[in-house]
């Protein structure tokens, strides 16, 4: 099963964008979410993660700029992207997996379901 993810597209720095990722319903199951990213030339890098009890964290790159969210179904997954600098251009991409708890991030090896990911492009 591939996510859908939405949003993205070209801003201008300082501008906002918000990225969107319909995810599967964990019917029995917790569920931790995250946003990577992937700029040309450089590895994969996980951005934002919220577990299942709703708790969130960031790296330091998006810290204070960008927010995870996801509405009460847990069911659609958010990233508000705001401030925005040319570096942020990149391809991003939702995860999303099981998790043995609510408090759990996984680790990027165990996200079940990714979505094809959405391209972000910030100019100066």
């Known amino acids: 099963v591939q996510l859908e993810d939405s949003g993205g597209g070209s801003v201008q720095a300082g501008g906002s964008t918000r990225l969107s990722c319909k995810v599967p319903?964990?019917?029995?199951?917790?569920?931790?979410m995250a946003w990577f990213r992937q700029s040309q030339g450089s590895a994969r890098e996980k951005i934002a993660t919220?577990?299942?009890?709703?708790?969130?964290t960031y790296a330091d790159s998006v810290k204070g700029r960008f927010t995870i969210s996801r509405d009460a179904a847990k069911t659609t997954l958010y990233l508000q992207m705001t401030s925005l600098k040319s570096e942020d251009t990149a391809m991003y991409y939702c995860?999303?997996?099981?998790?043995?708890?609510?408090?759990?991030?996984?680790?990027?090896?165990?996200?079940?379901?990714w979505g094809p990911g959405t391209q972000v492009t910030v100019s100066s």
């Open positions: 319903t964990y019917t029995d199951n917790r569920v931790c």
């Open positions: 919220i577990d299942d009890s709703g708790t969130t």
């Open positions: 995860a999303a997996g099981a998790s043995p708890s609510q408090s759990t991030v996984l680790s990027s090896s165990k996200y079940e379901y």
